[in-house]
């Protein structure tokens, strides 16, 4: 079964850093883009950063220069690497993927279970 798996959550302090990643398991052809979303409690999902097939990026505002997103398509795994967290960084951070299954070509879009990050005021 194709799957995504998030690792790498915690309980950082303010200023800290964190890395996040996102594994794509089972029989994959190949991964298109793949994407970092966050949720608080209150507050609307949100695309924190992209990654094209291409390596392209994007960012939300709140992020740039502090996270950068990569993606190691060898592993079939993309990296949030995140630094100088903030409280308001606080989300459960979901990965999201495009995936083409060998032989059918059936393409998949992916969610992962979600990881918690924690940065306390």
């Known amino acids: 079964q194709v799957q995504l798996v998030e690792s790498g959550g915690g309980l950082v302090q303010p200023g800290g850093s964190l890395r996040l990643s996102c594994a794509a398991s089972g029989s994959i052809f190949r991964v298109y883009a793949m994407n970092w979303y966050r949720q608080a409690p209150g507050n609307q999902r949100e695309l924190v950063a992209a990654?094209?097939?291409?390596?392209?990026?994007t960012y939300a505002d709140s992020v740039k220069g502090r996270f950068t997103i990569s993606r190691d398509d060898a592993k079939n795994t993309v990296y949030l690497q995140m630094n100088s967290l903030r409280p308001e960084d606080t989300a459960v951070y979901y990965c999201?993927?495009?995936?083409?299954?060998?032989?059918?070509?059936?393409?998949?879009?992916?969610w992962g279970q979600g990881t918690l990050v924690t940065v306390p005021s």
């Open positions: 999201n993927a495009g995936v083409e299954l060998p032989h059918s070509y059936k393409y998949l879009e992916l």
């Open positions: 990654v094209s097939t291409l390596g392209s990026t």
